[in-house]
């Protein structure tokens, strides 16, 4: 079983700053892994495209500080190699500076 714990944090008037763990019985890739995030945390969802799988227009979405378009389909083994914690930032395009 893969257990990651997730800090989720919010910059530009964004209020978030939680942390969620997450348990898969396979290995996963980022975007399953924003799947299962959004499943437990449905407001994720004003600002994450539940179907699509990607941030909605006028968001940025930080999975260890990389853009989540660029990591999306690798396999979270290969980002954070042995380690279990990740932090994804949720960035408004208007965040002010």
């Known amino acids: 079983m ?4 997730v800090r989720l944090r919010g ?3 964004l ?4 942390e969620i763990k997450i348990r898969a019985n396979k290995e996963l890739y980022i975007k399953d892994l924003l799947q299962k995030i959004i499943e ?3 407001e994720l969802s004003d600002f994450i495209d539940k179907n699509a799988l990607k941030p909605k227009p006028g968001i940025i979405l930080l999975v260890e500080n990389i853009d989540y378009n660029i990591v999306s389909n690798i396999n ?4 954070l190699g042995k380690n279990t914690e990740i932090n994804i930032t949720i960035i408004p395009v208007n965040h002010g500076g």
């Open 40 to 42: 437990e945390k449905h």
């Open 2 to 5: 893969l257990e990651i714990n």
């Open 76 to 79: 979270i083994r290969e980002l």
């Open 11 to 13: 910059i530009g008037g």
């Open 15 to 18: 209020k978030i700053n939680e």
